[in-house]
């Protein structure tokens, strides 16, 4: 179903103690009565202790990555089971630097999404070009391609289980912004995307999230347009005022 969601996927930032800080600001702050559906996404190590300090609460928590594997040797990775076990039920996949910093390719990135959703997990998907894309208006074939090779081999029925992040890689953490129109444009395109492979039902309910420099003073105008349920937000996500202002605007 369709929801407004607000996402603040916190990379690699945050102690344990600035965890629960923020954790402790954050449900202080967030009004009641937002229409919002809130997600954290702390580090892998401050996980456990997130779903503890936030089992009373309507917030939802995050991983940022899964292995694709059950299990196995593999140094230093965390799998779905794992994660299920201490009760994070929602993975963030495919974000633009685990791409280009550690070489997820579409493919890969299908594998986690199976991997995720055999667990009944939530998959936060996220795609979107680069500047260079949108600079030779390329960037519709890559959104498109990056959908079709990463997520669209899932059956109809896993679609209740996924929700979609655009995210211009030109837009991370850059300061610079998609405009309100460019926003739009894209996501009636992926809206679109999704409607031709899977039908309208599905194409209407499927969240679609934007993301890349989303502040306080832009969210609203973001948030406003028809086809963006809501954000996934990363450096303003790790101060609680900031993050508030941008679930309020909602
Ligand atoms: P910024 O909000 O810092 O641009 O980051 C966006 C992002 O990458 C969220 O996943």
Request: contains cysteine; glycine residues 8%.
């Amino acid at each position: 179903m369709r929801k407004k969601i607000v996402a603040g996927n916190w990379k690699m930032h945050k102690n344990a103690e600035q965890t629960e800080d923020l954790l402790n600001e954050l449900i202080a702050q967030i009004p009641t009565e937002t229409i919002a559906q809130v997600i954290v996404a702390p580090t892998f190590v401050n996980l456990a202790s997130a779903v503890d300090h936030l089992e009373f609460t309507a917030i939802i928590v995050a991983a940022q990555n899964v292995h694709q594997a059950e299990s196995g040797a593999f140094t230093g990775e965390i799998s779905a089971d794992m994660l299920t076990g201490i009760g994070v039920n929602t993975v963030i996949l495919g974000h633009s630097e685990r791409r280009a910093i550690f070489n997820e390719t579409d493919g890969l990135i299908a594998s986690k999404v199976n991997t995720a959703l055999k667990h009944d997990m939530t998959v936060i998907f996220c795609f979107g070009e680069e500047l260079k894309d949108r600079q030779s208006g390329n960037h519709f074939n890559i959104v498109e391609n990056q959908l079709k090779d990463g997520l669209f081999h899932i059956e109809n029925t896993a679609w209740e289980k996924v929700v979609l992040a655009y995210e211009p890689v030109w837009a991370i953490g850059t300061g610079e912004t998609a405009s309100p129109e460019q926003a739009q444009d894209m996501h009636e395109f992926i809206r679109e995307t999704v409607r031709k492979a899977f039908g309208s039902d599905i194409a209407e309910d499927v969240t679609i999230l934007y993301g890349g420099s989303v502040k306080p003073d832009n969210a609203k105008e973001i948030f406003s347009k028809p086809d963006v349920d809501g954000g996934l937000i990363g450096g303003a996500a790790l101060n609680a005022k900031d993050f508030v202002a941008i679930i309020t605007a909602i």
